[in-house]
Nanobody
Framework: QVQLVESGGGLVQAGGSLRLSCAAS????????MGWFRQAPGKEREFVAA????????GYADSVKGRFTISRDNAKNTAYLQMNSLKPEDTAVYYC?????????????????WGQGTQVTVSS
């Protein structure tokens, strides 16, 4: 079992930056693929970014590529999502998730554990 707690969300103007953190507790953090997803009002939850257990492989949704960066610090049991050049369409609740698979996935069903989410609001 892994418990995930997100933090770092808030209100920011378009063009600004935020860094989300996902603190993990429970089973060893380093064995899990970590992903970030988001859900806007009235929309389905969608993939944002993912990172392999070693941090050597990352993947991004086309909508955030070049603006967002996912990273992890296994010594601190924490994953991060650095979000730059934010746009109003990035407004959503952001969730981190952990996957026991060997390789990262963009598929929401692959992830076994989820945090409670943190709100990100980007004003125009």
């Amino acid at each position: 079992q892994v418990q995930l707690v997100e933090s770092g969300g808030g209100l920011v103007q378009a063009g600004g930056s935020l860094r989300l953190s996902c603190a993990a507790s429970g089973r060893p953090f380093s064995v899990y693929v970590m992903g970030w997803f988001r859900q806007a009002p009235g929309k389905e939850r969608e993939f944002v970014a993912a990172i392999s257990w070693s941090g050597g492989s990352t993947g991004y949704a086309d909508s955030v590529k070049g603006r967002f960066t996912i990273s992890r610090d296994n010594a601190k049991n924490t994953a991060y999502l650095q979000m730059n050049s934010l746009k109003p369409e990035d407004t959503a609740v952001y969730y981190c998730a952990a996957d026991k698979s060997a390789y990262y996935s963009t598929y929401i069903g692959s992830y076994d554990y989820w945090g409670q989410g943190t709100q990100v609001t980007v004003s125009s």
